[in-house]
């Protein structure tokens, strides 16, 4: 930080508007999230009704749902993932061009949900992809949807560029690619990506 | 050269392609130096909706769909005059019903042509 946030408060008061690079790109970055086209239970209406007139995302700059994992930045997992589907969510998430975000949405995306007990429903889409907010509820309203995206803004604002610290898709050796699961006999092959997510030690 | 009457076109030609591309090669420069790059072969294959892409993209459309809408237009004429025919149809002498009988008949026959030749079945 080369300036410091009491001055740059002091500045700005006077009328003078100071930044640095980093800031200026992760504002860049954070006010164009564009959201992937696609949703898959009871949460996805919710989504949909996050985004039109009454709640309005688009103050969010998060307005532009692609249909294209290629030109999308953020996957909102909003619903159940079945079993059947997961192969084909992760896949789609490995599509999409870096930086990329995940929302888990509802409690089904988080855990599982209602549906936790079914043999044919995934227990939490973070078992293979790397999830950045999760919103539990079911569904979760439209305010909570928002409250996820200004937590992303806000996770998008702090991360620094350079440095131990930095984003995936700024370091080299960071994993890029996520193994897509294959449905076996009982269950999906792996049955989590290991490094993604490893199971809760239970402390009783 | 400066005095013809076309150089302020070409000025303007130059211009608008300056206008187009500079944008796009802008971006490329940009793309070519800053974007982060993380490819996979997952994240390069075709993009199926999520599912493995099967096959080729290249594959070639039966132009046969062009029948049907051959077929199509002999009901779309027909519509068109049997309306008016229908409206104007208690105040019609024998010789105009017939004539209007002929026309239909002409297209049905067009019709039972086309079914006898097989091309309602799509194989
Ligand atoms: S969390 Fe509830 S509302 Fe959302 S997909 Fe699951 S069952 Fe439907």
Same mark, same amino acid.
């Given at each position: 930080?080369?300036?410091?946030?009491?001055?740059?408060?002091?500045?700005?008061?006077?009328?003078?508007?100071?930044?640095?690079?980093?800031?200026?790109? /992760?504002?860049?970055?954070?006010?164009?999230?564009?959201? %992937?086209?696609?949703?898959?239970?009871?949460?996805?209406?919710? %989504?949909?009704?996050?985004?039109?007139?009454?709640?309005?995302?688009?103050?969010?700059?998060?307005?532009?749902?692609?249909? !294209?994992?290629?030109?999308? #930045?953020?996957?909102?997992? !909003?619903?159940?993932?079945?079993?059947? %589907?997961?192969?084909?969510?992760?896949?789609?998430?490995?599509?999409?061009?870096?930086?990329?975000?995940?929302?888990?949405?509802?409690?089904?995306?988080? !855990?599982?949900?209602?549906?936790?007990?079914?043999?044919?429903?995934?227990?939490?889409?973070?078992?293979?992809?790397?999830?950045?907010?999760?919103?539990?509820?079911?569904?979760?309203? +439209?305010?909570?949807?928002?409250?996820?995206? %200004?937590?992303?803004?806000?996770?998008?604002?702090?991360? +620094?560029?350079?440095?131990?610290?930095?984003?995936?898709?700024? /370091?080299? /050796?960071?994993?890029?690619?996520?193994?897509?699961?294959?449905?076996?006999?009982? #269950?999906?092959? +792996?049955?989590?990506? +290991?490094?993604?997510? !490893?199971?809760?030690?239970?402390?009783? | 050269? @400066?005095?013809?009457?076309?150089?302020?076109?070409?000025?303007?030609?130059? @211009? *608008?392609?300056?206008? &187009?591309?500079?944008?796009?090669?802008?971006?490329?420069?940009?793309?070519?130096?800053?974007?982060?790059?993380?490819?996979?072969?997952?994240?390069?294959?075709?993009?199926?909706?999520?599912?493995?892409?099967? &096959? =080729?993209?290249?594959?070639?459309?039966?132009?046969?769909?062009?029948?049907? *809408?051959?077929?199509?237009?002999?009901? =779309?004429?027909?519509?068109?005059?049997?309306?008016?025919?229908?409206?104007?149809?208690?105040?019609?002498?024998?010789?105009?019903?017939?004539?209007?009988? @002929?026309? @239909?008949?002409?297209?049905?026959? &067009?019709? *039972?042509?086309?079914?006898?030749?097989?091309?309602?079945?799509?194989?």
């Amino acid at each position: 930080m080369a300036i410091e946030e009491n001055l740059k408060i002091e500045l700005g008061k006077q009328g003078v508007f100071v930044t640095t690079l980093e800031e200026l790109y /992760n504002w860049g970055r954070r006010s164009s999230i564009w959201p %992937m086209q696609f949703g898959l239970a009871c949460c996805a209406i919710e %989504m949909i009704a996050t985004t039109m007139a009454r709640y309005d995302l688009a103050r969010f700059g998060a307005e532009v749902f692609r249909p !294209s994992p290629r030109q999308a #930045d953020l996957m909102i997992v !909003s619903g159940t993932v079945t079993k059947k %589907m997961a192969p084909q969510v992760v896949r789609l998430y490995n599509q999409m061009a870096e930086p990329r975000y995940v929302i888990a949405m509802g409690a089904c995306a988080i !855990s599982g949900g209602p549906f936790k007990q079914g043999y044919n429903v995934l227990k939490g889409i973070d078992r293979y992809i790397p999830v950045d907010v999760h919103i539990p509820g079911c569904p979760p309203r +439209p305010e909570a949807l928002i409250q996820a995206f %200004m937590t992303l803004q806000k996770k998008i604002d702090e991360q +620094p560029l350079t440095g131990e610290n930095r984003p995936r898709f700024l /370091n080299q /050796n960071a994993q890029g690619e996520f193994p897509v699961p294959e449905p076996a006999d009982h #269950d999906l092959e +792996p049955p989590s990506n +290991p490094g993604v997510w !490893s199971a809760p030690v239970v402390i009783r | 050269m @400066v005095s013809s009457p076309y150089f302020p076109l070409v000025v303007l030609f130059v @211009v *608008a392609l300056g206008f &187009g591309l500079a944008p796009l090669g802008l971006a490329w420069l940009w793309a070519r130096f800053f974007s982060p790059r993380k490819p996979n072969p997952v994240k390069n294959s075709i993009y199926e909706c999520g599912l493995v892409s099967k &096959g =080729d993209a290249w594959v070639q459309f039966r132009s046969a769909y062009y029948l049907y *809408a051959i077929i199509f237009l002999i009901f =779309d004429v027909e519509a068109v005059f049997l309306l008016p025919f229908a409206v104007a149809f208690t105040g019609l002498n024998a010789a105009a019903c017939a004539a209007m009988l @002929v026309f @239909v008949l002409l297209l049905v026959e &067009g019709l *039972a042509w086309a079914w006898a030749k097989g091309v309602l079945t799509w194989a």
